[in-house]
Nanobody
């Protein structure tokens, strides 16, 4: 089992920045990759970014490339998402997720943290 707890969400003006954190605990040694997803009201949950826990290879959705940066601190078992140049369309609940299936699927999810960008 892996437990994930997000923090760092809030209200920010357009053009501003936020940094989300996701603290992982439990059987974290089996984590292959971690990711951030988001879900806006009335929409499906969308991929935002991912990072291989070993090696740090990253991937981003086109909508956030150049504005968001995913990173991890292996010693602290913590995942981060630095969000810059925020836009109103970034408003959503942000979830972190862990994949312990070697790249096949994300099988652990956090409870989510709300990010609201005012225009």
């Amino acid at each position: 089992q892996v437990q994930l707890v997000e923090s760092g969400g809030g209200l920010v003006q357009a053009g501003g920045s936020l940094r989300l954190s996701c603290a992982a605990s439990g059987r974290t040694f089996s984590t292959y990759r971690m990711g951030w997803f988001r879900q806006a009201p009335g929409k499906e949950r969308d991929f935002v970014a991912s990072i291989r826990w070993s090696g740090g290879i990253t991937d981003y959705a086109d909508s956030v490339k150049g504005r968001f940066t995913i990173s991890r601190d292996s010693g602290k078992n913590t995942l981060y998402l630095q969000m810059n140049s925020l836009k109103s369309e970034d408003t959503a609940v942000y979830y972190c997720a862990a994949d312990t299936y070697g790249g096949m699927k994300y099988n652990y999810w956090g409870q989510g943290t709300q990010v609201t960008v005012s225009s």
